[in-house]
C-alpha cells in the first residue's frame, strides 16, 4: 500500500518561471491538503481539496499559486512567476475522512530552489 | 486566531526521559496532536489527545489538559534516532502546527 507521493522531490526554477508540483494520495483517500515549510519553521497549511473542489484556499497567497485535485490524475499546486521567497519545502497530505479530527499523511515533500 | 508555543530547542541525554511542552489558543478544538519530523523527511503522526489525559504508545506519552489549553509529549528512554523536530498541532482538516521543538541528543 503506496503511501502519499510526491514529485519531484527537488526542484530548481529561476525567477519567473513557473513550478508545477505533483501529489498523488494514499490510495482509497480522497483528501488533499498542501504545506509550506520555510527552513526552521513549522508547516503553514497552504490549501485544502477534495475531488475537483477546493474546500479552503485560506493559506495560499491570492496571486501566482493555485492547485487543482481533477478527477483523474494527480493533485497539482502551481507557482506562477516563482521568486526568491518561493523556496521552501512544499508538503502534501491527504485523508481518508475529514471532519473533526482525521489522521493526514504526509508525502516527502518537494523542495523547491528558486535562484 | 489560533497559535501554539513550545520550546524552540530541548537538549537530553541518551536513555533519559524528556517532556516537551505545548502552550495553544484556538477556537473549534478538535484535540491536540503531536508530530515527529528527521531533518529533511516528511512530518510523521506520533499521537493525538481528545481528551483530557495521558495517551501512552510505546516510548512516547501525550498529555492534554483542555482547561488549561496546554499538552505535552514526553518519551522515555531516548535513542539517538529520536534526534528531530516536534511540533505540536491543532485543527481538523486544517491544521495549524507549532513552530517545532528541536531535540538533541547527547550520548
Known amino acids: 500500500n503506496a503511501g502519499v507521493m510526491q514529485n519531484p522531490r527537488h526542484l530548481v526554477r529561476r525567477r519567473g518561471q513557473e513550478a508545477r508540483l505533483r501529489c498523488s494520495p494514499m490510495?482509497?483517500?480522497?483528501?488533499v491538503y498542501w504545506y509550506r515549510q520555510l527552513p526552521e519553521e513549522g508547516l503553514k497549511f497552504m490549501v485544502y481539496l477534495q475531488k475537483e473542489n477546493i474546500i479552503d484556499e485560506s493559506g495560499m497567497p491570492k496571486e501566482r499559486f493555485s492547485a487543482e485535485f481533477p478527477k483523474e490524475g494527480p493533485s497539482i499546486l502551481r507557482i506562477q512567476q516563482v521568486v526568491r521567497g518561493d523556496s521552501a519545502a512544499y508538503f502534501c497530505?491527504?485523508?481518508?475522512?475529514?471532519?473533526?479530527?482525521?489522521?493526514?499523511?504526509f508525502g516527502p515533500g518537494t523542495r523547491l530552489t528558486v535562484l | 486566531g489560533q497559535s501554539l508555543e513550545q520550546p524552540s530547542e530541548v537538549t537530553a541525554v541518551e536513555g533519559a526521559i524528556v517532556q516537551i511542552n505545548c502552550t495553544y489558543q484556538t477556537s473549534g478544538f478538535y484535540g491536540l496532536s503531536w508530530y515527529q519530523q528527521h531533518d529533511g523527511g516528511a512530518p510523521t503522526f506520533l499521537s493525538y489527545?481528545?481528551?483530557?489525559g495521558l495517551e501512552e504508545t510505546g516510548r512516547f506519552s501525550s498529555f492534554l489538559s483542555r482547561s488549561d489549553s496546554y499538552g505535552y509529549l514526553l518519551l522515555q528512554e531516548l535513542q539517538m534516532k529520536d534526534s528531530a523536530s516536534y511540533f505540536c498541532a491543532v485543527g481538523d482538516d486544517k491544521i495549524i502546527f507549532g513552530k517545532g521543538t528541536r531535540l538533541h541528543i547527547l550520548p
Open positions: 497530505a491527504s485523508s481518508q475522512l475529514a471532519g473533526g479530527y482525521n489522521e493526514q499523511f
Open positions: 490510495k482509497g483517500h480522497s483528501h
Open positions: 489527545n481528545a481528551l483530557d
